[in-house]
């Protein structure tokens, strides 16, 4: 089944814990995303990966790291949580973008509470 | 800058029609996308218009002028399993999709 997993589905953590969400597609897809979704705000870009090693700042990228060592995985690394990245996380993956229809599919997402 | 605008709640019957807006300004244009995400799901994909003009699929339909950078989701036979957030989605010159905050839709019996 084709899907993208993330890990874990709900954290709670303290202020300042590195912490990292992990993500993983099965579909062999070259363009992976991580956003986190706020009340009213919508879906936000943090990083994004157009391939294996190749790792770019989104809308949000403060206080985050990605890394892109195989194709098949993207984690999300907090250095130092703050409160104010308590949000809801989505991993993303789909083909290269640039060729048409990308449709986009998404992980169940990590609800993140950082005290 | 670039900004996606939808209406932030929308409420209908079970059993009618409902059409969610979407206007946009952004750098340049690459398609647009229609996606549901029902409470604590993920986004799952509905649409993608690219095209002027209007994409049926089964009950929904999503409409495209870019002239107007205008779109709508319309959502007919309405089902409770319906009720969902509707969002819009529009790829850049850049190839990065800029998002709306989405449309939260209320279907009552």
């Known amino acids: 089944e084709a899907q993208v997993t993330q890990n874990p589905r709900y954290l709670i953590t303290v202020t300042g814990k590195k912490l990292t969400v992990t993500c993983s597609q099965n579909m062999n897809h070259e363009y992976m995303s991580w956003y986190r979704q706020d009340p009213g705000l919508g879906l936000r870009q943090i990083y994004y990966?157009?391939?294996?090693?190749?790792?770019d700042k989104g809308d949000v990228p403060e206080g985050y790291k990605v890394s892109r060592k195989e194709k098949r995985n993207f984690p999300l690394i907090l250095e130092s949580p703050s409160p104010n990245q308590t949000s809801l996380y989505f991993c993303?993956?789909?083909?290269?973008?640039?060729?048409?229809?990308?449709?986009?599919?998404f992980g169940q997402g990590t609800r993140l509470t950082v005290v | 800058g670039q900004n996606i605008d939808q209406p932030t709640e929308m409420t209908a019957t079970e059993g009618a029609i409902v059409q969610i807006n979407c206007t946009y300004q952004?750098?340049?244009?690459?398609?647009l996308f229609w996606y549901q995400q029902h409470a604590g799901e993920a986004p799952t994909f509905l649409s993608y218009?690219?095209l002027d003009g209007l994409e049926e699929k089964g009950r929904f339909s999503s409409f495209l002028s870019r002239s107007k950078g205008y779109s709508y989701l319309l959502l007919k036979e309405l089902q409770m399993k319906d009720s969902a957030s509707y969002l819009c989605?529009?790829?850049?010159?850049?190839?990065?999709?800029?998002w709306g905050a989405g449309t939260k839709l209320i279907i009552k019996p």
């Open positions: 989605a529009v790829m850049d010159s850049n190839y990065q999709l800029i």
């Open positions: 990966s157009m391939n294996v090693e190749v790792t």
């Open positions: 218009n690219v």
């Open positions: 993303a993956s789909s083909e290269m973008v640039g060729a048409g229809n990308t449709e986009a599919f």
């Open positions: 952004t750098s340049g244009f690459n398609g």
